[in-house]
């Protein structure tokens, strides 16, 4: 790359950076779903009906269109702006597998804590989920509902044919590391003969969870609690053993997966859903790898890092490093079940 085309390439970047920022103006102020419901609208009607400023709204609109997420009507008087339905799957519906809007909170949330890292970049501390915030815990929240909701009990747990079968006749099941608690929701709208017991450490994140089950229905078969590895949790009580998109978040995945095994009844399936990264650090690893990486540097390798003594994981697992974690553990590995998810591995645990 010639010093002219790698400006041309950061420059790109600082584009995406600002894109980024006002997707989260537009997303936090209800303009997307405004003009998704309403629209064309022009600024004046925007700001009128969401309560904020016109000449922030013009600008923004502006700039949406020019960035190219809405489309303007340049009119004789008045221009208004519109926002095509194939983009409100992507901006505006949180039940769509297509809904990104969500993670310009993250990159919100670990940008206010620039200092914080930092320091920690000095020090080799770290930087708490909970110091990130509301923004940090929504975007992993409502980013991974539609999968959750939408995929993991119809196409991905029916491809482990005895899991599957188990669920299906009724079972007791853990969901370690649950957040607001959209796995253990799915779990048992997706097998009605199971209950749920959701563990998280983040209090907030617990509270979520326990107002999404009663929203849902499901709340006198799931029950979320705060509860770490070194939780007194019952031994050999549960049928199966989940924990999904946080084992590489633990400054002790080791003891985690250690309480997993624990908690399992024997022969019971341990399952663990992490990133899909390649099997060893490459250059050219492509897009999937670059955003797994920009979310460890800001969020998750600062998160683990925060808990003193830390295995310093990092979002980019590798599979030959969870296989180590659950031998650790004592368990005889971690082997990767055959199903296809661009950004996400499941693994069971033996």
Not at 100 to 118: D, N, Y
Not at 246 to 268: E, N, Q, W, Y
């Amino acid at each position: 790359m010639t010093t002219d085309q790698f400006a041309d390439h950061v420059f790109g970047a600082l584009l995406g950076a600002q894109q980024v920022q006002a997707l989260y103006l537009g997303d936090r102020l209800g303009w997307y779903e405004l003009l998704a419901k309403e629209g064309p609208l022009s600024p004046a009607e925007l700001a009128e009906r969401s309560g904020t400023a016109e000449r922030y709204a013009r600008e923004w609109l502006e700039h949406q269109a020019v960035s190219g997420y809405v489309v303007a009507d340049i009119g004789p008087e008045v221009t208004r702006f519109a926002l095509p339905a194939e983009y409100s799957e992507v901006l505006v519906n949180g039940d769509s597998l297509s809904y990104l809007a969500p993670l310009a909170r993250l990159s919100v949330a670990t940008g206010s804590q620039m200092s914080e890292l930092l320091q920690a970049y000095r020090t080799g501390g770290g930087v708490s989920w909970q110091q990130l915030g509301a923004d940090a815990r929504e975007a992993q929240s409502y980013a991974n509902r539609p999968m959750y909701m939408g995929q993991l009990t119809s196409e991905f747990l029916p491809q482990i044919p005895d899991l599957h079968a188990l669920l299906t006749s009724g079972a007791r099941i853990a969901d370690l590391g649950c957040g607001e608690g959209w796995s253990s929701i799915a779990l048992a709208v997706g097998y009605p003969n199971v209950s749920v017991d959701g563990y998280d450490i983040d209090t907030d994140s617990v509270a979520a969870a326990q107002r999404n089950a009663v929203e849902y229905g499901v709340s006198d078969r799931v029950t979320v609690t705060v509860a770490d590895a070194q939780s007194e949790l019952d031994s050999d009580s549960h049928d199966a053993v989940f924990a999904f998109e946080c084992v590489h978040d633990l400054s002790d995945p080791v003891s985690f997966l250690a309480t997993m095994r624990r908690i399992a009844k024997p022969g019971a399936p341990i399952i663990v859903m992490d990133e899909r990264t390649a099997d060893s650090f490459t250059p050219d690893a492509g897009p999937v790898e670059q955003l797994l990486y920009g979310f460890s540097i800001g969020c998750c390798l600062p998160d683990s890092m925060s808990g003193g003594d830390s295995a310093a994981t990092g979002t980019v697992m590798r599979t030959s490093t969870l296989d180590a974690y659950a031998r650790s553990a004592g368990l005889d590995g971690a082997s990767v079940l055959d199903i296809e998810h661009d950004i996400f591995r499941f693994y069971r645990l033996q």
